[in-house]
């Protein structure tokens, strides 16, 4: 008997799931729900290829998440430089400051920018060889 009324429970709950995963009747478009929340933004970056190579190669004019308040003008140009040229380790195939543009947490390219920082200040880093900024792009600083 207690299996018996285990099995009615049982069909009653699939046929009640069933029911609400159906799509609505042939040519009734069901509205999604008006999100007016912060996560529409989320939901759009998520549509972002992110294997572009256009996007992982992207300049941006700052990087994240790293303080430069203690470097000069040429510093932070070369900061930038740098940051812009060489790739995160961590896999993505990002430059360091497109990682730190789209993971802020990532805990490859958090140190790497640090001690870059330092070395730019220690006057331990040259231009030579670097990217250059592409003249026909226009200033992007992620966060704003």
Known sequence: MVALAALVAGL???????????????GVE???????GESIIGQALAQIP????????RWLDSVRGVD?????????????????????????????ATCRAYDAQCPVSGPRVR??????????????????RPKDVEPVHPGT
């Open 30 to 36: 069901v509205p999604a729900p008006a999100d007016t």
């Open 115 to 132: 001690a870059l920082r330092d070395s730019v200040r220690a006057g331990l880093v040259s231009a030579r060889g670097l990217r250059q």
């Open 68 to 96: 430069v308040a203690g470097l000069t003008p040429a510093q932070r140009a070369l900061f930038v430089r740098v940051a812009n040229s060489y790739r995160c380790t961590c896999g993505c195939g990002f430059t360091l």
């Open 12 to 26: 009653a709950t699939a046929i009640s799931q069933w029911r609400a995963q159906r799509p609505g009747p042939a």
């Open 50 to 57: 992110v294997d572009s190579t256009a996007l992982k190669n």
